[in-house]
């Protein structure tokens, strides 16, 4: 009897045991599955969310899927988001903000700013397009690039194959208009080369002029203002310096479809021509207007034949910022002195980007 009490017991051991281990299999596999699921999400979350978005806190991987030589100074660089990107910010920025973007080189951990254009490649005719309203491209980003013999970062650029992933941050905003979130969007259509000749424009309120004085890439400053979705309202006058207008490449005719349609009125200076603003001033005093004053928002009435700039934008290399507006010191914008100084504008209606 008592050794049947032992075997019952025993074997009732023997269950539990079995029992247990059965048990510690199923945790050990349950906590497993749950481990394999969270690992998998984890992974998810940073290929599909996390840093992939671009923004100014951390760098978004991208591919650069365009090099394109201009001349032996310029060049074309089209980067690819390695995942799309959700928000436009084309729409987003528009006109009323000019924007640009960092880019890491990771060897020497610096950052330089370059100025995306609405603009993609089209790959089978090697041409550009403007991207059309509500349209990312998935993120694409196009620029125009000078690179300089010492240049850290620009140097670098050029010479990377495509293909190859390098990191940028941003937007960052590097100058803001009035924003009117009751304005009708200005379109583009002459930009695909459409004929619109037929279309009067009319807005809800009358747009503003302004003067933008550039030099060299800096360009990219007046293209982004004037081939963004909804483009600027008012017209530009734009004092262009550079060696030869050629080194813009396919931009060239960007500027003359809007100098066509009025909305750019455009003053070339070509060292390259012996038309200098450095070495004569006198050349471009005469063309440069005094500042109209800002009104503020009045109802549309009509889109006038003459440009009354209410500001001035000066965007390029600091002896030129400083011939066109006085010296720029760092992050302070100085007195408005050189032409714009001597033609009556003042800290007021000047901006040296
Ligand atoms: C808001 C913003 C937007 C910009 N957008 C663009 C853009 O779209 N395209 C573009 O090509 N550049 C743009 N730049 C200029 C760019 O950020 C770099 O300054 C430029 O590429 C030179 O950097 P680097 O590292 O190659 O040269 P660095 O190592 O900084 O300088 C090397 C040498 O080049 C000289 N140098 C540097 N910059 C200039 C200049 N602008 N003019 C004359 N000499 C210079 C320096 O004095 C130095 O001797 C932008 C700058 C800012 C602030």
Redesign the pocket.
Known sequence: MVRGRVLKLSTSLIYQHKRSKGFKRWVTFIALGFGVTGVGCCYYYSEHYYHTELSNEYFTKYRISYKKDIDESHFLLELTPLKPQRTNLWSAMASYNLW?VEVKQPDIM?V????PLPLEVDTVNDKLEVLKDGYNANGKLL??????E??????WLRRLPTDRTIEVRGP?V?YEFPRDDHEVKRSRSFLWEQDDSGFAERFNHQPFDISMFTA??AI?TALQLLLTEDPFKGKIQLFHSCKDIQELGPLIKFLYLCEQKKRLQLHMFESSKGNSIRYDASKIEPLISRPCSYVGSTPFTSIEDSIKPVASLVC??DGYITTISGMKYDLAQGPICGLLGSKGWNNFNVYK?
């Not at 330089?112 to 100025?115: I, K």
């Not at 010492?150 to 140097?155: A, D, F, I, M, P």
């Open positions: 640009s610096v330089r700013r370059y100025t620029f125009y690039i000078k690179n300089y010492n240049g850290e970062v620009s140097k960052y590097d060299g890439t990219v390029g290399p980007l």
